[in-house]
């Protein structure tokens, strides 16, 4: 009596076991930086797979930069997340500048499956791109329109951007060694939510920027031109565990129908509604995909 007693709660055990176990399986957790457009993405990346699977998702939105995102992948905390070319290429892997954008997407999916074992799916369509951009006051009173221009009055210049702009390959260092840049004073370094609000009270006069921001339409910022080509092209694809593919592979066949489907001038207007207008992210998320037929 005891053996089979026991014998039903080992049977029990298992089943409650592999059932917890399907669950995990069953759910695809998406990531996100902690900044409103790879926020946006991640939402969207979510939406798309809860309408067209049958899989959970659990949304790790808003977790912090590309290295903590990475690292959440790699530890296999993350399935999915937003990622640029241009930040795998020189962040990441800690490669050279390369400006042909086929050529930089086709490295980093190369490398990525090589050394991580994370597969890009396609580019979403839009070059988010990094530029510097300058308040209007600044633009009224010196005559830029190139990083090269902005060489002769930077001493006049207060300059400010987020942490990981000065700890890439692709910035602050770089960029004033390319142009042989020389700001007024220490640069001020913030958290990326606060670099906006600073430009804005007039804290500073120039910041790095990415060219689809809705902030920039907000405080009618002047983008200069990246003259020299310093910044390398930031595609955004999705990201994925080359395991979680496996597993789930309809997950790849569902984002990659995001694929081309935004522009720099469409990614920058849902950054507008969510970051300016204030809209909810899954409020833009779901009218896009809505209007895109989707969902």
Request: glycine letters at 8%; one cysteine or more; a negative charge.
């Amino acid at each position: 009596m005891l053996k089979a007693k026991h014998g039903i709660l080992v049977i029990a055990l298992m089943a409650i076991l592999a059932l917890a176990g399907c669950s995990k399986s069953d759910t695809i957790t998406v990531g996100s930086k902690d900044y409103g457009e790879n926020i946006l993405l991640g939402e969207i990346f979510a939406q798309m797979i809860e309408a067209n699977t049958d899989l959970k998702v659990n949304r790790k939105l808003n977790m912090g930069g590309t290295f903590v995102n990475f690292n959440a992948m790699r530890n296999k905390q993350v399935d999915v997340y937003p990622e640029y070319t241009g930040t795998a290429l020189t962040a990441t892997l800690e490669m050279d500048v390369i400006n042909d954008p086929t050529e930089s997407y086709n490295i980093v999916k190369d490398e990525y499956l090589r050394q991580f074992d994370i597969v890009w799916l396609e580019p979403l369509g839009f070059n988010n791109t990094y530029t510097l951009a300058v308040t209007p006051e600044i633009a009224e009173k010196y005559p830029m329109e190139t990083f090269s221009d902005l060489a002769e009055f930077a001493p006049n210049l207060i300059f400010g951007a987020e942490h990981e702009f000065f700890d890439r390959q692709d910035g602050y260092d770089g960029l004033i060694e390319a142009y042989d840049l020389h700001f007024k004073g220490e640069p001020l370094k913030m958290v990326v939510a606060l670099k906006y609000q600073a430009i804005g009270q007039g804290d500073m006069d120039i910041t790095d920027a990415f060219s689809t921001d809705g902030q920039l339409r907000q405080f009618n910022l002047k983008v200069l031109e990246d003259d020299k080509g310093f910044f390398p092209p930031y595609h955004a694809a999705p990201i994925i565990r080359k395991a979680t593919l496996d597993a789930h592979p309809e997950v790849g066949e569902v984002l990659n129908r995001l694929a081309g489907r935004l522009s720099d001038e469409r990614m920058g207007e849902l950054n507008y509604q969510a970051d300016v207008e204030g809209r909810p992210t899954e409020e833009v998320a779901a009218e896009f995909l809505k209007a895109e037929g989707l969902i």
